[in-house]
């Protein structure tokens, strides 16, 4: 049985109506970079300085972890030594995450999601495997969003001016609701934003490997409630930030 959590001492590194797809051409970036030129400078550092700008913290609870199952691991036989520092313990023979930890990271990456909205930035939600594909897809769509949930080819982002046959805007930001192609192999995707340098948001499990993602987030990845509570906060988030950007672009044409 694993020790608590405690006891290690480790430091922690660790609104468009339908699904676009990811070979639409890139928009013209012109209108967007002078929208974003209309924004007062005075009130970006204030965005970017505030803690908590769009009040995501407010978005959950740790016992809304809890009644998603989200503290469910894998069994002790897959565990993924990296996850160490977000593990409360284990349980007959399974690992149950530190839901305080999973909270700390989750508000993390749910800042993130809603600041790149607010500064117009293209995100990509993932999922692998048909089960729950047509949920992530239906929240994708209700944000505005992209969405993958199906076999990734390898080469889309790094060689994507051959694969579109012309210069195509990457994302901003991928959010990966769960991090593997199988029990075995990571998603192909991962590994192709990290050479890219493009920020990632994973869900992590307790098999995961969490050192390639960006923003890892500690939990489990296979039921059905944890996918649509992790769905229905990051739509929140985004959409959050997509409202601000409105307002604010409202009120500087007023001015």
Known sequence: MLKYRNLFKISELCNAKTVRTLSTPAPETESTQNDIAQLPSQKEKSVLNHPDYFSVHNLFTVKDLFDAKVHYGHREGSFNERNLPYIYGSRLGHIIFDLDKTAEYLRKALNVAAHIAYRDGIIVFFYRGAQHSHLVETYAKE?????????????????????FGAVTRLPDLCIFFNTQNTILADHTAIRDTAKMSIATIGIVDSNCNPNLITYPVPGNDDSKSSIELYCKLFTGAILRGKEKRKEHLAESLEQ
């Open 143 to 163: 944000c505005g969003e992209f969405a993958h949930t199906r076999f990734w080819r390898g080469g889309i982002f790094t060689n994507s001016e051959k694969q």
